[in-house]
């Protein structure tokens, strides 16, 4: 299995390089309150091409298709899978994809390094206290139990500096583990049950439906990352860069309407937005039955994910010019302002 293994980041530098060198071709910084508000007029754009990460946590998205929301809205949607979520922010910079999903980290981390993306809306809501989303699972024969445990084990990411990263990484340590002992294999969630069963790695942090083949071969769960440490804020988002705002303001208050108004719709219909992951992500319908997201989520954002999202990535870099960067990030830059 092909896998690439870092015992530690350098001052996130993995991330940090990629979007540095797309400052070029990201039209610069404007300020995110620089118009982009809309005046209720149809979207200059009706097709949009939107960059995902596939997970059940898409489910609020599909069922807005499903049930024609978006439609209402005066939009369309083509869906592009992209398992690497700094090919998504490099595709909004470069203008290859118009909405793309990046975690509250990598938003964060782009803007640090000057590329001026915009998170829009939530996927799924603001984490609430039983969030059943992204878990780190252990192998039953690693022997690990609890997030101390991890401290010099192999963790499958999906990405070196990822969200799922940072909150691992800071779970581990307010458990009492040496984080600079664990090593990252960065793997696509696809892969990660089969890694734990192979013994390639010793846990994963994963989504679903793919957190339930592990756990389904004895897998153990350590915790479910963001109810520990971002509940009553968002995490997981729809990114524009700021020239999209710009030149497409009624373009992005109607795809942020129609997913709050998904969000609220899948919370209400459940078993509807279930059925829509069947044809959305090509599941089966068993594996659609057991799809797990945020449910009841509030559609809003709110600043504070941000805030500790900055603060986590600050503690974990060690790269000074990378946490000067961070330290003097404006987060509120960081959200249009039609979103909060």
């Given amino acids: 299995m092909r896998k690439s293994i870092a015992r530690r980041l350098g001052g996130l530098a993995a991330v940090g390089t990629v979007l540095a060198s797309l ?31 596939p997970s059940t946590q898409f489910a609020p998205l599909y069922y807005g298709i499903q049930e024609g929301i978006f439609e209402e809205h005066g939009l369309e949607l083509e869906i592009t899978p992209q398992t690497d979520i700094a090919a998504i922010v490099s595709g909004l910079a470069s203008g290859t994809y118009d909405i793309g999903f ?9 803007n640090a390094n000057g590329i001026p993306i915009r998170a829009i809306t939530t996927i799924e809501g603001q984490i609430q206290e039983d969030d059943e989303g992204t878990v780190t699972i252990a192998s039953a024969e690693s022997g690990i139990t609890d997030f101390a445990g991890l401290e010099g084990k192999r963790v499958a990411t999906v990405g070196l500096s990822s969200h799922n990263t940072m909150t691992m990484w800071e779970l581990a340590d307010r458990a009492g583990a040496d984080t600079e002992s664990i090593e990252l294999v960065q793997l696509p969630f696809g892969q990660m049950a089969a890694a734990l069963a192979s013994g390639d790695v010793d846990a994963a942090i994963m989504q679903w439906p793919f957190a339930a083949d592990a756990l389904a071969a004895g897998g153990v769960e350590l915790g479910y990352n963001n109810r520990e440490l971002f509940v009553d804020t968002a995490t997981t988002l729809f990114n524009t860069s700021q020239s999209f705002i710009d030149q497409n303001p009624n373009t992005v208050r109607a795809f942020a309407d129609a997913m709050a108004e998904s969000i609220v719709g899948a919370t209400e219909n459940p078993d509807v937005a279930k059925e829509s992951l069947i044809e959305g992500l090509g599941i089966t319908a068993e594996q659609a039955a057991g799809a797990r997201w945020n449910i009841g989520g509030d559609p809003a954002l709110n600043l504070d994910a941000f805030e500790v999202a900055r603060d986590l990535l600050v503690k974990f870099s060690t790269d000074e010019s990378a946490k000067t960067a961070l330290e003097n990030l404006d987060v509120s830059t960081v959200v249009w302002p039609g979103a909060l």
């Fill in 23 to 53: 400052v070029a071709c990201s039209g610069g910084g404007a300020p995110a309150d620089a118009g982009g508000e809309g005046d209720g007029g149809a979207p200059e754009k009706s097709t949009l091409t939107v960059a995902i990460n």
């Fill in 102 to 110: 990046a975690t509250v980290v990598h938003a964060v981390t782009a």
